[in-house]
């Protein structure tokens, strides 16, 4: 059995008064599409935005590709890991988020090439080219010179999604990437998530309100409420078959108001 990629261990986080993460451990193999879902609030994007150092633990251990995430060692001892560990790490991750946070005032070709060119030392020339190839496989290679402001919402997505892929992480983390967007262009920024499951073999971590999409998607399905993992495990036996009474409530709410799962 390969180690896992992803190994959270007695995480927590609170916000103030409020525990946002209570004591979370869990486990992502190489390759895995993981579906999070659960009420809001539940801590699904909080773990995302660990994972991505945007937001700090409180306690516990993460190790991501067989190395401590918010740690180092130094003298056999472990410590809080300082920027420069972080920004290394970083680069094992590429996130999606809910609002595109695209830059307005530069076009869609210097979106995607800015982050290699920055962080990797990537020559102009290689990153434009590797640009354009992740252009043309989320349907955009026309859109290399327009500006973020004559994109649709979905375009803006796709932007997104290539821009996170340009610096070749082994995880993507999508962040409720469809919520912002309009019905009709939904489809366009799953389809694009479809093939990158498809055709890739890289470890995708996917929050989403989407559950038709979620258990189409995912090898496996982590149920989120009040900061812990209620249930896990194959979409159909959560989607089918959830043992779990909170479970079960959560999924009824979701089918009354329409949603496929």
């Known amino acids: 059995m390969p180690a896992p990629i992803i190994k959270v261990d007695s995480i927590s986080k609170s916000f103030g008064t409020f525990k946002v993460l209570d004591g979370l451990s869990m486990q992502v193999m190489p390759g895995e599409k993981l579906a999070l879902i659960g009420p809001s609030g539940s801590g699904k994007t909080t ?27 130094r003298n056999g001892q472990l410590q809080p890991a300082d ?34 060119m920055l962080t990797k030392g990537v020559a102009r ?25 004559q994109l649709s919402g979905g375009q803006k997505q796709r932007v997104a999604v290539a821009r996170a892929l340009a610096l070749s992480p082994k995880i993507m983390l999508f962040d409720e990437v469809t919520s912002a967007l309009d019905p009709e262009l939904v ?26 999409f979620a258990h189409d998607f995912a090898d496996r399905v982590l149920f989120f409420d009040r900061g812990r993992i209620v249930e896990e495990g194959k979409p159909d036996e959560i989607f089918r078959h959830p043992k779990q009474e909170r479970t079960q409530s959560f999924l009824k709410k979701i089918i009354a108001a329409g949603h496929r799962v």
Request: net charge negative.
């Open 47 to 73: 773990i995302l935005r660990i994972l991505m150092t945007l937001e700090k633990i409180d306690g516990g251990h993460i190790q991501v590709d067989g190395e401590q995430l918010y740690h180092m060692e």
């Open 83 to 116: 920027e420069r560990h972080l920004a290394r790490m970083r680069q094992k991750i590429g996130m999606v988020f809910q609002l595109f946070n695209l830059f307005p005032h530069k076009c869609v070709m210097d979106n995607v090439t800015l982050a290699p």
């Open 125 to 149: 020339a290689a990153a434009e080219k590797r640009a354009l190839e992740l252009l043309d496989m989320v349907g955009l290679a026309d859109k290399a010179k327009a500006m973020p402001a």
């Open 187 to 212: 489809e366009e920024v799953l389809n694009v998530m479809r093939k990158l499951a498809a055709e890739t073999d890289m470890t995708m971590l996917l929050v989403t309100h989407e559950m038709g």
